[in-house]
């Protein structure tokens, strides 16, 4: 599904280390970055291509002197030697699942196994905690992956639900303790160049708010304290595409609604639709020193057009409202931010350097 796969004949160009080094070094100096993503296609065997990437973070490191953020690539298959001397030069590494199963990936992408992911994603956790166990002794050692790892998931190209999905990436949260999983829609992360009836058929949209639904669950799971089986499950497998997850299983539990917001645990605060993890600390730490109004709920952020079904304020709801489902279902869905403002216009675009009228 790739349009650089090994099968499809097409040209082929790759930078060199050296001119990597030179367009960073150029481009840092005018202040259009502030970091290196680097990754690369492999180019005669995992080994030589992770070479090459080693080869590049040394030079920008040691020879420019870059100490910019460097987010580099680590090739399934090479020599955990060579993933370990690149992770003391990187700030974060990344290794892509590619597709959420082993029967998907066996499907689109033959050449790649789960075995060969997953080893230098579990070398690469096990480097970052030895390497914190040495820091707390030696604090000037060398940092190894100091930012973390993370990976990224294509949408939409295999059959698998939102629930199978979550499920990985809960895993991958709790086994390999990675920062962050990324989502990416199938046909807006690749460009499909011919037919093959393993794809879905060239003229099929990405399924970008089904993306958008995954990350918003994503960040449930890594900020909310939120567990997949609460947001889905085996007879409910996909998420609601006309409301984000957190309004969807607030309305699936409004036996716990609504909540006191001068008593409510920080926990149960996690759990209102409109309150954000750093809006619920605000409130905790703003309500020592006095009872909270809707007003200093707005002063704090708090989002209450979705908040105001769920909570109170000694013990009054914002205004005179139902606690039924139906009701407070059809108020949600009426809010235009429950799909973000890319998707209800054109659509998102995938930013190229190539495109006309963009200016460096």
Not at 77 to 95: H, W, Y
Not at 142 to 152: E, I, N
Not at 178 to 204: G, H, M
Request: proline share 6%.
């Amino acid at each position: 599904y790739c349009q650089n796969n090994c099968n499809s004949d097409v040209p082929r160009a790759s930078f060199t280390p050296d001119e990597i080094c030179t367009l960073t070094m150029e481009f840092y100096r005018r202040n259009y970055i502030e970091g290196l993503f680097l990754s690369s296609g492999i180019l005669i065997s995992p080994n030589y291509t992770m070479d090459l990437i080693y080869q590049t973070l040394y030079r920008l490191r040691t020879v420019h002197h870059f100490n910019g953020y460097i987010h580099v690539k680590a090739i399934p298959g090479a020599d955990p030697a060579l993933i370990e001397k690149a992770g003391f030069l990187a700030d974060r590494m990344s290794i892509n699942l590619e597709l959420p199963t082993a029967n998907g990936l066996k499907q689109l992408a033959p050449c790649k196994s789960r075995h060969t992911i997953l080893s230098p994603m579990r070398q690469i956790q096990n480097g970052i905690t030895e390497n914190q166990n040495e820091l707390m002794v030696y604090r000037k050692a060398p940092k190894f992956v100091p930012a973390g790892q993370s990976t990224q998931m294509i949408i939409g190209a295999t059959p698998e639900n939102d629930y199978q999905i979550m499920r990985v990436s809960e895993a991958l949260y709790e086994k390999f303790h990675l920062k962050r999983v990324f989502y990416s829609a199938f046909f807006s992360a690749y460009i499909p160049v011919q037919e093959d009836s393993l794809l879905p058929a060239l003229d099929t949209k990405p399924p970008l708010l089904r993306e958008h639904r995954l990350y918003q669950a994503d960040w449930l799971l890594r900020y909310y304290r939120f567990h997949v089986d609460e947001l889905l499950s085996e007879d409910r497998p996909n998420f609601n595409i006309y409301l984000d997850p957190k309004c969807d299983w607030a309305l699936r539990h409004l036996d716990t609604f609504p909540v006191e917001i001068n008593r409510a645990s920080y926990q149960t605060l996690l759990r209102v639709p409109g309150i954000g993890y750093k809006s619920a600390q605000r409130i905790v730490a703003a309500r020592r020193d006095t009872a909270l109004t809707y007003d200093d709920l707005k002063k704090i952020g708090v989002v209450l057009k979705r908040a105001l079904y769920f909570i109170t304020c000694s013990g009054r709801m914002m205004y005179r409202t139902k606690l039924d489902e139906d009701y407070i279902c059809s108020h949600l869905m009426a809010d235009h931010t429950q799909v973000p403002t890319e998707l209800r216009n054109s659509g998102y675009q995938q930013l190229s350097l190539f495109d006309t009228g963009l200016a460096l």
